[in-house]
């Protein structure tokens, strides 16, 4: 069993340190907002701490998963920040989605204080969190992957390292490569069916068996026939990720012009209203363009 601070409760993060400390892990998290951290602690066994440095004292390893680049950077530098409560020869792992250009530089800061660096994505959305199935895309050396691995076993379905500090969010990029086409040609696919006044539900139980198949559809052709969106991962997440994306993508000369293409599909869902609904909904913004 390993000491453990967890930043970051949100929808991700705090069932992640729920099924940490049913696993037997002594559990000290941390929230910006102090209620969520304290309301943890009211159904969990674990501790709360007001700061990042406070949570991350005395803890073999640190986990977070929060918003974004600056987020990230939040919660570790500064006198507040965990590295500056953490002790030479522990392990940070980073369940953020973020830039790998601030997962180098901060794996960096973290070498030079003493401690490891394993950044570990996730996939799996809220779902996958709340049943322990997340699929866990790991960057950092292998002897650190090797000490994180059991310890993020409590929620994850697959975790494999990819590579060195940095494939891991890398890795994370493909996986928001891939379903940024799905989605989008599932939302044309649905709202044709519909067109030609088939039965939707019906088509999709002939071909999910075929080639055509994947998760999403399995998982997202109901709600997307039936208009509802209040589930699942933000569009304004989706957003995020995907300029995370494109950015690398020019940095290393990798054309994505359907990725860049969906981001702004995206950027009109938004402009409807629609930042917090389920990425499903690009088929709503294909409902309005036939309005």
């Given at each position: 069993m390993a000491n453990v601070a967890f930043l970051g409760m949100g929808v991700m993060g705090a069932p992640m340190a729920g099924h940490l400390a049913k696993a037997g892990h002594d559990v000290c998290v941390y929230n910006r907002t102090s209620a969520k951290a304290e309301s943890w602690v009211e159904v969990h066994e674990g501790t709360s701490a007001e700061t990042p440095r406070a949570a991350a004292a005395g803890r073999d390893i640190v986990m977070a998963c929060v918003g974004n680049d600056d987020d990230l950077r939040g919660v570790c530098l500064g006198d507040d920040g965990a590295f500056a409560g953490m002790?030479?020869?522990?392990?940070?792992?980073d369940h953020t989605t973020v830039s790998a250009e601030v997962t180098r530089e901060l794996a960096a800061a973290a070498a030079e204080k003493g401690f490891a660096w394993v950044d570990a994505p996730v996939s799996g959305g809220?779902?996958?969190?709340?049943?322990?199935?997340?699929?866990?895309?790991?960057?950092?050396?292998?002897?650190?992957?090797?000490?994180?691995?059991?310890?993020?076993?409590?929620f994850a379905k697959v975790s494999?390292?990819?590579?060195?500090?940095?494939?891991?969010?890398?890795?994370?990029?493909?996986?928001?490569?891939?379903?940024?086409?799905?989605?989008q040609g599932l939302s044309?696919?649905?709202?044709?069916?519909?067109?030609?006044g088939?039965?939707?539900?019906?088509?999709?139980?002939?071909?999910?068996?075929?080639?055509?198949?994947?998760?999403?559809?399995?998982?997202?052709?109901?709600?997307?026939?039936?208009?509802k969106f209040d589930h699942g991962f933000a569009v304004d997440w989706m957003r995020k990720d995907l300029r995370i994306c494109l950015s690398e993508a020019e940095n290393i000369g990798a054309p994505l012009p359907g990725t860049a293409l969906i981001d702004q599909y995206y950027k009109d869902v938004q402009a409807m209203g629609g930042g917090r609904w389920d990425?499903?909904?690009?088929?709503?913004?294909?409902?309005?363009?036939?309005?």
């Open positions: 002790a030479e020869g522990s392990l940070f792992v809220q779902a996958g969190a709340e049943n322990g199935q997340l699929v866990i895309m790991c960057g950092g050396a292998q002897d650190d992957y090797d000490r994180a691995e059991p310890v993020m076993a409590a494999r390292r990819m590579g060195d500090v940095g494939a891991g969010q890398l890795t994370k990029m493909v996986n928001q490569i891939c379903i940024a086409g799905l989605v044309e696919a649905m709202l044709f069916a519909q067109k030609a088939l039965d939707g539900e019906a088509v999709v139980d002939v071909i999910q068996g075929g080639a055509a198949g994947s998760w999403q559809m399995v998982n997202r052709h109901k709600t997307m026939l039936e208009g990425t499903s909904s690009l088929i709503a913004r294909l409902k309005a363009l036939g309005a």
